[in-house]
């Protein structure tokens, strides 16, 4: 079973700049297969979609949501995933969540492994 660990959240001023990491845990003697892995901002009470995505085969999708400040990006000899954010709103603050799924994902509810989620928050 595959596990995905999140980190790099905390507390930075709007206008501020954060890279969030996540870690593809594999279990030993897995075989890769094709697989997605996206970032999902979760706060109370918003609505929040799918921001970015990334497949096995390095197609990357940064959405339209954020307006181009932030970008997804991978590394595949490390089973790593990042998102860069940059220009960061208050309207960032978030429990960002790295999801994981077996094949070329787009909706969220295909994503079957969550991490334990990165917190930040966007605050002068």
């Known amino acids: 079973q595959v596990q995905v660990e999140e980190s790099g959240g905390g507390c930075v001023p709007p206008g501020g700049a954060l890279i969030l990491s996540c870690a593809q845990l594999?279990?030993?003697?897995?075989?890769?297969?094709?697989?997605?892995m996206a970032w999902y901002p979760q706060a109370p009470g918003e609505q929040h979609k799918l921001i970015a995505t990334?497949?096995?085969?390095?197609?990357?999708n940064d959405g339209d949501s954020t307006k181009g400040r932030f970008t997804i990006s991978g590394d595949n000899p490390k089973f790593a995933v990042y998102l860069q954010m940059n220009n960061l709103e208050p309207e960032d603050t978030a429990v960002y969540y790295c999801?994981?799924?077996?094949?070329?994902?787009?909706?969220?509810?295909?994503?079957?492994?969550w991490g334990q989620g990165t917190q930040v928050t966007v605050s002068s």
């Open positions: 990334i497949t096995s085969v390095g197609s990357a």
């Open positions: 594999q279990p030993s003697g897995m075989r890769l297969s094709r697989h997605t």
């Open positions: 999801v994981y799924g077996q094949g070329y994902l787009r909706r969220l509810a295909d994503f079957t492994v």
